[in-house]
């Protein structure tokens, strides 16, 4: 069973600072989610990674299979950045018939105007 | 873009009730997946479909709950006889092959009372 660890749990940031969150899990995987979910809302998928790094617009989001952990990145954060952003991961011994993910607790971003 | 649809947004009922909830994956997609979220805590996986079988379901996914794909469009999900601890989000995802394209919902939140 994978467990899925991110931190930190709450963050606050000033508008135009530079965001990371991160992400560790415990058993090896084929891939890696990160997806954003506003408040009493709907989840949003960011990046799926499974290695190396990805880049969209101010977010990217790394990855180091060796180590067991990823990253996402905020640059220039924006007070419209402001929600949980959440790692899930997709087991090495899945695929064929299911692709089920496995979530962290997600990590509740805040920005400042 | 493409989107998963989620009916009815808000449900509520009383418990020993039997409620339904609905789902219209993305139409070239092949894997189907129910996930739940209790108020407060992370997202968690139910149940994946494949080739109109379940393809693997979690400990939560007892003997009161069941998934259809009736028309080759929808796929439900059906609470025989709902409890008060079954109030949660439940998102309806899809997927193309190897994770990719993973699409949510926008949830149902259902509240039994």
């Known amino acids: 069973k994978n467990e899925v660890e991110q931190s930190p749990q709450n963050l606050t940031a000033q508008e135009g600072e530079f965001i990371t969150i991160n992400c560790s899990y415990s058993v090896g995987i084929s891939a890696l989610h990160w997806l954003q979910q506003h408040p009493g809302g709907g989840i949003v998928s960011l990046f799926m990674l499974s290695s190396g790094k990805k880049k969209h617009g101010r977010l990217i989001a790394t990855i180091n299979i060796q180590e067991k952990h990823s990253s996402l990145h905020i640059t220039a954060s924006h007070p419209r950045d402001s929600a949980v952003y959440i790692c899930a991961v997709r087991g090495m011994n899945s695929g064929g018939s299911n692709y089920k993910l496995t979530f962290g607790k997600g990590t509740l971003l805040t920005v400042n105007p | ?14 418990m020993g009730q039997e409620v339904i909830l609905r789902c219209v994956p993305i139409s070239n997609h092949l894997y189907f997946y129910w996930y739940r979220q209790i108020l407060g805590q992370k997202v968690e996986f139910l149940v994946s479909f494949y080739n109109n079988e379940i393809s693997e379901k979690s400990e939560i996914f007892d003997d009161q709950f069941s998934v259809e794909r009736p028309d080759g469009s929808n796929f439900t999900l059906k609470i025989r006889s709902t409890k008060l601890e079954d109030s949660a989000m439940y998102f309806c995802a899809s997927s193309g092959s190897g994770s990719n394209g993973y699409t949510f919902g ?7 009372v």
């Open chain 2, 106 to 112: 926008s949830g149902t939140r259902l509240t039994v």
């Open chain 2, 1 to 14: 873009e493409p989107e998963v649809t989620q009916t009815p947004s808000h449900q509520v009922t009383q």
